[in-house]
Nanobody
Framework: QVQLVESGGGTVQAGGSLRLSCAAS????????MAWFRQAPGKEREFVAA????????PYADSVKGRFTISRDNAKNTVALQMNSLKSEDTAVYYC?????????????????WGQGTQVTVSS
């Protein structure tokens, strides 16, 4: 089992940057696929990015490709999401998720563990 705690959210102007971090408990972090999802008010939760166990597989949602970068540090049990060129439509609660499968899923239902979320607000 793993517990996830996100940090780094906040309010930023359009065009700015934020870096989200997710700290995971447990000694088997490198056995987990990690991902970021987001949910805007009145909308369904949507996939943002995922990263494989070794960091080689990194699928992104089309809406963030080229602006966001996901990374992981298996020695520190952390996964990060660097968000650049932020837009008002990136405003949402961002969630970190973990799954023990071998596939970097881009839908939410395979992910067994979730953080509490961190708010990102982009003002125009």
């Amino acid at each position: 089992q793993v517990q996830l705690v996100e940090s780094g959210g906040g309010t930023v102007q359009a065009g700015g940057s934020l870096r989200l971090s997710c700290a995971a408990s447990g000694r088997t972090f490198n056995n987990y696929i990690m991902a970021w999802f987001r949910q805007a008010p009145g909308k369904e939760r949507e996939f943002v990015a995922a990263i494989g166990r070794s960091g080689r597989s990194t699928p992104y949602a089309d809406s963030v490709k080229g602006r966001f970068t996901i990374s992981r540090d298996n020695a520190k049990n952390t996964v990060a999401l660097q968000m650049n060129s932020l837009k008002s439509e990136d405003t949402a609660v961002y969630y970190c998720a973990a799954d023990q499968s071998l596939v970097t899923h881009t839908t939410d239902y395979p992910y067994d563990y979730w953080g509490q979320g961190t708010q990102v607000t982009v003002s125009s």
